[in-house]
């Protein structure tokens, strides 16, 4: 019998979060409102965090590469709320979706 490791290969495409991101069949609307919610959430808090790294004179006062990554995950975050948000309205007719 053979111990050998069988690797998938490494798709690059799949390094970013919101292509690799894949729904579950058994999930519903709910959980689709739930995930956007929280995703938001994090965005929002991320704003906040990178309006707190420049000074009164709109000059940045932390290292760039820190704005930058965050406003990347802004980015992803608002990307796969994009990606989600019609499953968040497939709910039976009977069902109000939820407000955010």
Same mark, same amino acid.
Request: glycine share 2%; hydrophobic share 50%; net charge positive.
């Given at each position: 019998m053979s111990t050998q490791?069988?690797?998938k290969p490494h798709d690059l495409s799949?390094?970013? +979060? &919101?292509?690799?991101? +894949? !729904?579950?069949p058994e999930a519903n609307h709910l959980n689709a409102q739930d995930v +956007?919610?929280? $995703?938001?959430?994090q965005a929002i808090n991320s704003s906040r965090t990178t309006q707190i790294c420049f000074d009164e004179?709109?000059?940045?006062?932390?290292? !760039?590469? +820190?704005?930058s990554n965050l406003i990347w995950t802004i980015q992803? &975050? $608002?990307e796969m709320i994009e990606k989600i948000l019609p $499953?968040?309205?497939?709910g039976d007719s009977d069902e109000k979706?939820?407000? $955010?």
């Open positions: 490791n069988t690797k799949f390094g970013c +979060i &919101k292509e690799f991101y +894949i !729904p579950r +956007i919610h929280s $995703l938001l959430s004179n709109d000059q940045l006062a932390v290292n !760039p590469a +820190i704005v992803t &975050k $608002l $499953l968040a309205f497939e979706a939820v407000t $955010l």
